[in-house]
């Protein structure tokens, strides 16, 4: 928590407290003017009721605040808190009523005998203890509040990493298969190869820089996933391997950066039959309140299906999807057969960029 959100804290707290001590010196002045008991109508035990209030509490809150809570509360040794704790407010009582004494030697608490010092501590005790409550409070909230950004930094910072690592772990796999693809094509027709190259070189600048950012357009996204289509293309002779479809208006709506595309990525990399058409499935259908991805690809039955396609980067998946859109999303994944299937739907009002 910031310094001055705290200060903050302190001021109020002390701020409705002398509001709360000063209505009760009122009444008490006002209690001994009817009884015509004018030594306390004078400036000078308005001063002596003011320290009464002052010192103790001050004394108490602090000392719990500063010391009992990080030493005894935090640490969760709950017993030697509550022993401590408890000398702890005597202490100030007792301290509370010296410095009384000190500023004060023609309001002695001693006139009566140690009865009525006896008293007079205890009730200072008591104000000592209530406002190290006030304060174990109030110091338990920052702690809780600060555990509380720090844990979401580090979750932040966590899934940051994660999300690093499903970019690493795809993007040498794609990289090394295009240019190996490319390569074999550079001697069949130099032209396509050079296509090839330039979408190749669009999708790593994509990587590189795009997905940096909080949002991008949906359109760079989707234009990220028809040039990945066509490099993954050029590894089969079968023209209907894939099918690709994108219904309603894109714009210049704006979505997270690779949300869709490690699901292609899965899809593509499990296909082991590229010689079958509409082997990988891809339909994205657009509406002002939502955005379904839906994603198939076929591989050969009986074949073990890699455990990785439901592991790693789909609980990443997962994961960043509960962050970004808490109960706004749906990710169904199924196997039937010899197809996988998976379905994101996304409900969300569009972000523009220009807005």
Known sequence: MHRSIIALLHVGYWFLYGLLWALIILLVAAATRSGNNTPLQTWRF?????AFGTIPAVLGFYTFYTWLFPQFLQRGKILAFFLVGFAAAIGCGVLSAAIMSI??????????GLNSGGAITMALTIISLL??????????????????????????KNFEMELALVKSQINPHFLFNTLNNIDVLIGKDAGRASTYLNKLSDIMRFMLYETKTEKIPLSKELAYIEKYIDLQRIRTATPNYVEYVVEGEVHDRLIEPMLFIPLVENAFKHSALREKENAVKIHIAITDNQLVFDCTNKYKEGAQYPQEYGGLGISLIQKRL????????QLEVSKNGDTYHVKLTLHQTWKSAAS
């Open 103 to 112: 500023l004060f030697p023609d309001f002695s608490f001693f006139n009566d």
């Open 322 to 329: 509960l962050s970004l859109y808490p109960k706004k999303h």
């Open 131 to 156: 406002n190290g409550g006030v304060g174990l409070v109030i110091k338990g909230f920052i702690s809780w509040y600060n555990e509380t950004k720090l844990k979401e930094s580090l979750m932040q």
């Open 46 to 50: 308005v001063y002596f009721i003011s």
